[in-house]
């Protein structure tokens, strides 16, 4: 069965320092992979995504992820983080097979923004 | 872009009322979603649709019924509210997962008070 795990629950940064989050998945095959955001009170919004080739996923806001196989993760990477980046993230997995079209979520790691 | 809709975005329903919780998307998607979010416990799916009058049970399908009558509208049902359906829900709506395209689009959530 699929399943996702984000280690962390809630990350502080301060303004203008890199951030990285972490992700790890479980599947049995190469996954569909994808990082949303959720500011207060809003629906999620999708960050980026991977289906296939460029292991390397650029996304909005200046966001990106690197997929690697061997380590079974997905972390989302942003070189300098801004004041509105403070938001709850998660990572999702999808199958790629007929009739699965499912997508499992992690439990969201919160980001909080130090000035 | 896709646009996701809910009916509302804050209702206030008493214990032992029908609720009705209304999510329409305007991108032709074959899939339509349910989900509600809990602090800590992150998104559980409800109920899933893979087309019209077509309908799985997801996680924590108990206590709910949903309705797709068409392809655009999606449903969720409380048919008699309880407390513990305080909640925030989300719909999503996505392609199939064999079009390589099947990440899922959110609307903005309904905040569900059940007194």
């Known amino acids: 069965a699929q399943s996702v795990t984000q280690p962390d629950i809630h990350i502080t940064v301060s303004e203008g320092a890199s951030l990285e989050l972490r992700c790890n998945y479980s599947?049995?095959?190469?996954?569909?992979l994808f990082w949303y955001v959720q500011s207060p009170g809003q629906g999620l919004q999708l960050l980026l995504k991977?289906?296939?080739?460029?292991?390397l996923v650029q996304g909005i806001k200046g966001f990106e992820a690197e997929f690697k196989r061997s380590q079974s993760s997905f972390n989302l990477r942003k070189p300098s983080v801004h004041w509105s980046d403070a938001a709850e993230y998660f990572c999702?997995?999808?199958?790629?097979?007929?009739?699965?079209?499912?997508?499992?979520f992690g439990k969201g790691t919160r980001l909080h923004i130090l000035p | 872009d896709v646009k996701v809709t809910q009916s509302s975005r804050y209702l206030v329903k008493r214990t032992g009322e029908k609720v009705f919780l209304e999510c329409v998307q305007d991108?032709?998607?074959?899939?339509m979603f349910w989900y509600r979010q809990d602090p800590g416990l992150g998104l559980r799916l409800i109920y899933f649709?893979?087309?019209?009058?077509?309908?799985e049970k997801g996680d924590i399908p108990e206590g709910y019924s949903v309705s797709r009558e068409k392809k655009e509208r999606f449903s969720l049902i409380l048919e008699s509210a309880s407390t513990n359906q305080t909640s925030m829900y989300l719909c999503?709506?996505?392609?199939?997962?064999?079009?390589?395209?099947?990440?899922?689009?959110f609307g903005p959530g309904t905040r569900l008070t059940v007194l």
């Open positions: 999702a997995v999808g199958a790629r097979m007929n009739r699965d079209d499912k997508i499992i």
């Open positions: 999503a709506s996505s392609l199939p997962a064999t079009s390589g395209r099947n990440e899922q689009f």
């Open positions: 991977y289906f296939s080739g460029d292991t």
């Open positions: 991108m032709d998607h074959e899939n």
């Open positions: 599947y049995g095959a190469t996954p569909y």
């Open positions: 649709s893979y087309d019209v009058k077509m309908k």
